[in-house]
Nanobody, 123 residues
Framework: QVQLEESGGGSVQTGGSLRLSCAAS????????MGWSRQATGKEREGVAA????????YYVDSVKGRFTISQDKAKNTVYLDMNSLKPEDTAMYFC????????????????WGQGTQVTVSA
């Protein structure tokens, strides 16, 4: 069992920045990928970014490439999502995810989920 706790959401204006943090109870070899998915009101859940924790390989969906950066601190079992140049369409509940593959996360799937943190970007 992996427990995930997100923090760092909030409200910003277009063009602003936020940093999300996800503290995991452990990094596990059965769920080596950590990342973020999001779900906007009335829309399907979508993957955002993922990191392969053993090697820190990172993956992003096209809509956030160049704006979002995922990183990790293995000593703290923590994954971060730095979000820059935020747009209103980034408004969503963001969930931390642990999964067997990073492709799972980018497809909006996962094994373990956090409770979510809200990100709101105003025009």
């Amino acid at each position: 069992q992996v427990q995930l706790e997100e923090s760092g959401g909030g409200s910003v204006q277009t063009g602003g920045s936020l940093r999300l943090s996800c503290a995991a109870s452990t990094f596990t070899s059965t769920m080596p990928c950590m990342g973020w998915s999001r779900q906007a009101t009335g829309k399907e859940r979508e993957g955002v970014a993922a990191i392969y924790t053993p090697r820190a390989y990172t993956y992003y969906v096209d809509s956030v490439k160049g704006r979002f950066t995922i990183s990790q601190d293995k000593a703290k079992n923590t994954v971060y999502l730095d979000m820059n140049s935020l747009k209103p369409e980034d408004t969503a509940m963001y969930f931390c995810v642990a999964a067997p593959t990073c492709g799972d996360i980018l497809d909006g799937r996962g094994g373990y989920w956090g409770q979510g943190t809200q990100v709101t970007v105003s025009a």
